[in-house]
């Protein structure tokens, strides 16, 4: 029986998030200080999950299984195997050293900038543990607009013009990988009546080669952008070059992962 273990690590960054918007924005050691305690939760409140989790085990372990939106087959479901626990972890620690390590970079705007990287960071977990295409989606889409926003607002000179060009690139992937989504979701009601966003049933469909190969390429492009692989990687040097370091760190240590993850998982 599940402890919601699952769910704690996904939203302790969001529940610092939103206790954060409400601290005054005149008191900047408190913004700190609390965007640090907030982070410093998320990685704490994940290590639970390394001695819970049982290597010899197979499938998914601490798994969340809720209706959602039944009447579209949604449902909040979370898992979590060694693949995903690696990630996890990688992710909250190295959120917690990229806020702490903004101690005295950043000056402007830190309500707006520490939000950004707590909500982002839940956005990462909730990538990394969904088992529901929808919810997986959702939480794809979380990433993007904090770092659009990271870069643009914090960044180097050409900040607007990187800014863009990340968002762009990211959209068309987002936009291609929903499309494969969809024409999932929407054969399994053709093939078996019902409709569900189960990533675990979708992916044994049985389809038309043609179709087939519109559903690899659509995820296939969605994952190499956000690798980045070639030829759609030219949105990361101007990325990595004029977000702030701690949006640096991010980048190269978490979220172009998220591609490869989408690789090795479907």
Request: no cysteine; aromatic share 18%; hydrophobic share 60%.
């Amino acid at each position: 029986m599940s402890d919601h273990l699952l769910s704690i690590v996904l939203f302790t960054p969001l529940a610092g998030m939103l206790v954060l918007l409400l601290l005054p924005a005149s008191n900047k050691n408190l913004i700190r200080i609390w965007a640090n305690v907030a982070a410093a939760a998320g990685f704490l409140v994940s290590l639970p999950l390394v001695f819970r989790f049982d290597k010899n085990a197979e499938g998914f372990q601490m798994v969340e299984r809720y209706d959602w939106i039944p009447a579209l087959g949604v449902k909040y479901y979370l898992g979590i195997d060694g693949i995903s626990l690696l990630l996890v972890m990688l992710t909250t620690l190295v959120g917690f050293l990229a806020i702490l390590s903004s101690w005295s970079a950043i000056d402007r705007h830190l309500k707006a900038y520490y939000a950004m990287f707590l909500l982002q960071q839940t956005g990462m977990i909730g990538v990394f543990i969904s088992l529901d295409f929808f919810l997986f989606y959702v939480f794809w889409e979380v990433v993007l607009a904090p770092m659009y926003f990271i870069i643009g607002v914090w960044g180097g000179p050409r900040k607007l013009y990187a800014a863009i060009k990340f968002f762009l690139y990211t959209l068309a992937g987002s936009v291609l990988m929903l499309l494969g989504i969809l024409t999932l979701y929407l054969q399994h009601f053709e093939q078996h009546g019902f409709y569900t966003f189960e990533i675990s049933e979708l992916l044994k469909l049985d389809m038309p080669l043609a179709l087939e190969r519109w559903v690899f390429w659509a995820f296939f492009i969605g994952f190499a952008i956000k690798v980045p692989m070639f030829p759609f990687h030219t949105w990361l040097p101007d990325a990595h070059t004029e977000a702030p370091t701690a949006g640096s760190v991010i980048l190269a240590a978490i979220l172009l992962k998220m591609g490869t993850y989408g690789f090795l998982r479907f």
